[in-house]
């Protein structure tokens, strides 16, 4: 992908998506709603959209599993990626074929973040990968990564770096491309 020119499912002059990728506890939601609200645009949470339609997402694995997520975040991720909007995709949105298909009409933001950093966010839990802790949260980034690499247009890291600057970085980033 590239941000140079017209991109893809742009033909009409709209603004594609923006769409933020990355491991759990990175910051995409986080980083998304406040970027929405300073460029004016709208914000859906894939994970906020799932739960709302079918229930808390630790519930969702304990009665469906996670196939049936799986199904249901990518439903959630064909109707949040609209153009002009911003959306937070949960870490393993990437997983499904159809969303990364999709995802090459957007313009991509891999949200990074250190495991130190990503220990202090995850605390009491309520993520069911992540039974087994930061070892699991270790091996579940190391495996997404070079898909959330593969489809990235930008990258931010949100280890250390005010959410504010963060927000200005990327702000900028879009208006150079005329996003």
Same mark, same amino acid.
């Given at each position: 992908?590239?941000?140079?020119?017209?991109?893809?499912?742009?033909?009409?002059?709209?603004?594609?998506?923006?769409?933020?990728?990355?491991?759990?506890?990175?910051?995409?939601?986080?980083?998304?709603?406040?970027?929405?609200?300073?460029?004016?645009?709208?914000?859906?949470?894939?994970?906020?959209?799932?739960?709302?339609?079918?229930?808390?997402?630790?519930?969702?694995f =304990? @009665?469906?599993?996670? #196939?049936?997520? !799986?199904?249901?975040?990518?439903?959630?991720?064909?109707?949040?990626? $609209? &153009?002009?909007?911003?959306?937070?995709?949960?870490?393993?949105a990437?997983?499904?074929?159809?969303?990364?298909?999709?995802?090459?009409?957007?313009?991509?933001?891999?949200?990074?973040?250190d495991?130190?950093?990503?220990?202090?966010?995850?605390?009491?839990?309520?993520?069911?990968?992540?039974?087994?802790?930061?070892?699991?949260?270790?091996?579940? =980034? @190391?495996?997404?990564? #070079?898909?959330? !690499?593969?489809?990235?247009?930008?990258?931010?890291?949100?280890?250390? $770096? &005010?959410?504010?600057?963060?927000?200005?970085?990327?702000?900028?980033?879009?208006?150079?491309?005329?996003?």
């Amino acid at each position: 992908m590239t941000a140079d020119g017209p991109r893809p499912g742009d033909e009409a002059g709209t603004t594609p998506p923006l769409a933020l990728i990355g491991p759990m506890a990175a910051g995409k939601s986080s980083l998304g709603r406040k970027l929405a609200t300073r460029i004016g645009r709208t914000f859906v949470d894939t994970d906020r959209l799932v739960a709302l339609e079918h229930g808390p997402i630790p519930e969702i694995f =304990a @009665e469906h599993g996670e #196939p049936a997520f !799986r199904r249901w975040e990518a439903e959630a991720v064909r109707h949040a990626l $609209t &153009p002009g909007g911003v959306v937070a995709l949960g870490g393993g949105a990437v997983l499904d074929a159809g969303t990364r298909a999709l995802l090459e009409h957007a313009t991509v933001v891999l949200v990074t973040v250190d495991e130190r950093a990503a220990e202090r966010r995850i605390g009491g839990g309520g993520r069911p990968l992540l039974a087994d802790g930061m070892a699991a949260w270790r091996r579940i =980034a @190391e495996e997404r990564a #070079p898909l959330y !690499r593969e489809l990235a247009d930008v990258e931010l890291d949100t280890s250390r $770096t &005010p959410m504010a600057q963060l927000v200005d970085r990327l702000e900028a980033w879009l208006a150079e491309r005329g996003l």
